[in-house]
T-cell receptor, first 114, second 110 residues
Framework: NAGVTQTPKFRVLKTGQSMTLLCAQDMNHEYMYWYRQDPGMGLRLIHY???????AKGEVPDGYNVSRLKKQNFLLGLESAAPSQTSVYFC?????????????FGPGTRLTVL | RKEVEQDPGPFNVPEGATVAFNCTYS??????FFWYRQDCRKEPKLLMS???SGNEDGRFTAQLNRASQYISLLIRDSKLSDSATYLC???????????FGKGTLLTVNP
């Protein structure tokens, strides 16, 4: 099993450009999450999904959109990138709700917005 | 009070030392507690869950004090491979969401 994979691993954008980050998991997990990690701060939840076709806002959702059309995939979109969105983005998944079950993380995407 | 607050660190210890990390949380409704480990430029990975009665996994011991809203992690006989950032993680009362502490960096020196 590959576990949780993320595409791309690195990306540099100019302000105003758009992009989509792809997360895929092969563990048949119901729950999926997108986090960002910035220096000196803990991981912060952007959006999450409790099942195929459902999404919900996390702690810092502004400037991001998500979609979960297939159970194994969770996409994070940036419509108009801003320098404040420079960060490391982690996707995670869990079999059950994260408070009860281990979250498995992908390797991360390092995004720089110029 | 921040939701999850950890020792700022960094901790530099010699091999074989015992080191303890502390963490406090503000939401008294929290029910689930974890320690995650994150190696440099890698993803976080679950180290251990923390149970009310305390629990041990080899050289690692986790303790929970609900009255004081305090969690600890003790590492005995430190190894070079223990060098990493340790994240204190607490659910927010909703099982869907976790709050991550900023992490404490540990470096174990030969």
């Amino acid at each position: 099993n590959a576990g949780v994979t993320q595409t791309p691993k690195f990306r540099v954008l100019k302000t105003g450009q758009s992009m989509t980050l792809l997360c895929a998991q092969d563990m048949n997990h119901e729950y999926m999450y997108w986090y960002r990690q910035d220096p000196g701060m803990g991981l912060r939840l952007i959006h999450y999904s409790v099942g195929e076709g459902t999404t919900a806002k996390g702690e810092v959702p502004d400037g991001y959109n998500v979609s979960r059309l297939k159970k194994q995939n969770f996409l994070l979109g940036l419509e108009s990138a801003a320098p404040s969105q420079t960060s490391v983005y982690f996707c995670a998944s869990s079999y059950r709700a994260s408070g009860l079950n281990e979250q498995f993380f992908g390797p991360g995407t390092r995004l720089t917005v110029l | 009070r921040k939701e999850v607050e950890q020792d700022p660190g960094p901790f530099n210890v010699p091999e074989g030392a015992t080191v303890a990390f502390n963490c406090t949380y503000s939401n008294s409704a929290s029910q689930s507690f974890f320690w995650y480990r994150q190696d440099c430029r890698k993803e976080p990975k679950l180290l251990m869950s923390v149970y009310s009665s305390g629990n041990e996994d080899g050289r690692f011991t986790a303790q929970l004090n609900r009255a004081s809203q305090y969690i600890s992690l003790l590492i005995r006989d430190s190894k070079l491979s223990d060098s990493a950032t340790y994240l204190c993680v607490v659910n927010r009362g909703s099982n869907y969401k976790l709050t991550f502490g900023k992490g404490t960096l540990l470096t174990v020196n030969p």
